[in-house]
């Protein structure tokens, strides 16, 4: 008798060649639903659709039913019995020996959609039965969830398909605390957070050699792949993660940012990409050797002429010219990033941070603090120019990256000089100013905490700063404000507070 395979699928990636190598190579017949049946179908694969198969109506349209007498019943056969296939067979029930179901992540649903009805019409009903029902029949099924596993289920033995259902049942684990947890929201309650992390690999170390290391799946992930596949270390994933959360507060412009131990060392916008990487770098062209470069566009040939000529550790972008990549995967110690999911798309991944500590497990919300024009107080009588407003806001949204105490000078759309980490206002301000020297002239000084006393001011006016961008709301915004006024110095307050640890 042959073997027997239902597929449903929304993560559809490998799935042609799997049916196809099941069907050609092992004799399978695939039964098949929607959209899948459709891709299957229109690939020239020999499938038949659900809704004709043995006669069943609609599943689709919500027969559960015809699901449970029907499918059901197939993939729960024992398929060691013949008396009871036969019995089966007679009422034009047919046994599975595997069943390939994921369905679409709710945490996905949540993120279109803040409307709890829209969220629940989008609940899974079928999929979660069928997994549930192979994964109770794990000795006659194998349950497959994941796209990873389809070439090593093909030989799974009964501790194989144990493994794989156990890991069915905690999709589905997974997939009915998440909408648990949307529904309490939506009724003001939040009364537990749940995770379940998958191991995805063991890494070479930590942090430190000292220091072991694993990751693992999280509730949402980008879509990335590394030339040569190449291993991303502890660090590289913090630094990459740093650089394009960076990225993408400009993804619609051709943008640099430059990260070193996850903090930023160089920030631009340009006309180009190239442009945009040479801005950047000259801002600490130091700590950009052995740095991460993320782009926000296509790196060109020139680029990656001047990545070359020093060393770089990782670089990721959307896309590389193929003159561009070619040169670039000469340098055998460079790790080539590829993100392919959109920079627009990865700014609604709205993942929180988790901090674990002895005291408590910390969960907050990911910054998405936004500032533009209509939002922050000119508060001196000196009114900054278009120009000087646009650097204001740029400089501004890299300081919610900077480390707390930050301070930060811009001047055309690039960081001149980065100061961060300290734990005091005044010498982080001092500081980046050092830093910056003669190109503080006529440049916008950010400081992520409001500025406390008038040195901050004294400091900003020796150095011929023309705007300050602060938080404000300090007991001496009144003495600042005026000195501002006596010496012409613009100054927006914005109301908030961007700290980063």
């Not at 160089?266 to 442009?275: M, Q």
């Not at 980065?418 to 010498?427: A, H, M, P, R, S």
Request: with cysteine; proline share 3%.
């Amino acid at each position: 008798m042959r073997r027997r395979a239902f597929i449903s699928v929304y993560d559809k990636t490998g799935i042609e060649d799997f049916a196809k190598n099941l069907v050609e190579k092992f004799n399978y017949e695939i039964v098949a639903a929607g959209e899948t049946y459709k891709l299957l179908a229109n690939s020239d694969i020999d499938v038949t659709d659900v809704t004709s198969f043995a006669g069943v109506p609609n599943i689709l349209s919500k027969d559960y039913n015809a699901l449970n007498e029907t499918i059901l019943a197939g993939i729960l056969a024992n398929s060691d019995d013949a008396k009871e296939l036969n019995e089966l067979e007679k009422f034009a029930v047919k046994n599975f020996d595997m069943v390939i179901v994921n369905f679409r992540p709710f945490a996905d649903i949540e993120n279109k959609t803040s409307n709890i009805d829209e969220m629940v019409n989008e609940i899974d009903i079928v999929g979660v039965t069928l997994l549930r029902a192979a994964a109770k029949n794990y000795k006659n099924v194998t349950v497959i969830t994941d796209k990873m596993d389809y070439y090593l289920a093909l030989n799974a033995n009964d501790f194989g398909r144990l493994k794989l259902a156990a890991k069915a049942l905690r999709v589905i684990s997974d997939y009915d605390k998440t909408i648990c947890s949307a529904m309490l929201n939506e009724i003001g309650e939040a009364p537990f957070k749940s995770f379940t992390l998958e191991k995805i690999a063991d890494m070479t170390h930590g942090e430190n050699h000292s220091q072991k290391a694993s990751i693992y799946k999280g509730p949402i992930m980008v879509d990335y792949e590394i030339e040569d596949n190449k291993e991303l270390s502890y660090n590289a994933i913090l630094n990459i993660t740093e650089a394009i959360n960076i990225v993408s507060e400009f993804y619609d412009v051709p943008s640099v940012a430059i990260v070193r131990h996850t903090k930023p060392c160089g920030v631009a916008v340009g006309k180009s990409i190239y442009e945009a990487y040479t801005k950047a770098f000259d801002c600490d062209p130091m700590s950009t050797y052995y740095g991460t470069v993320a782009f926000s566009k296509t790196v060109d040939i020139d680029t990656a002429k001047h990545l070359n000529s020093m060393a770089v550790e990782v670089i990721i972008a959307p896309d590389y010219d193929e003159e561009a990549l070619e040169l670039l995967k000469e340098n055998s110690d460079l790790k080539i990033v590829h993100l392919k999911t959109p920079l627009k798309e990865y700014r609604q991944m709205q993942l929180e941070d988790i901090a674990v500590t002895p005291f408590g497990i910390l969960i907050q919300d990911r910054n998405t603090s936004e500032l533009d024009k209509d939002m922050f107080k000119v508060v001196t009588r000196e009114k900054p120019t278009s120009e000087q407003i646009e650097d204001a806001i740029f400089g501004w949204k890299v300081a919610k990256y900077a480390k707390t105490n930050a301070a930060i000078v811009v001047r055309n759309l690039k960081t001149v000089a980065i100061g961060q980490g300290y734990t005091n206002t005044l010498v982080a301000i001092e500081s980046v100013l050092n830093t910056a020297a003669d190109m503080a002239k006529d440049a916008v000084l950010i400081s992520d905490c409001a500025i406390p006393a008038e040195d901050c001011i004294y400091a900003a006016i020796q150095n011929r700063i023309s705007l300050i961008i602060q938080p404000g709301g300090v007991v001496k915004d009144q003495k600042i404000i005026e000195m501002a006024d006596k010496y012409g110095i613009s100054m927006i307050t914005t109301g908030i507070k961007n700290y980063t640890h």
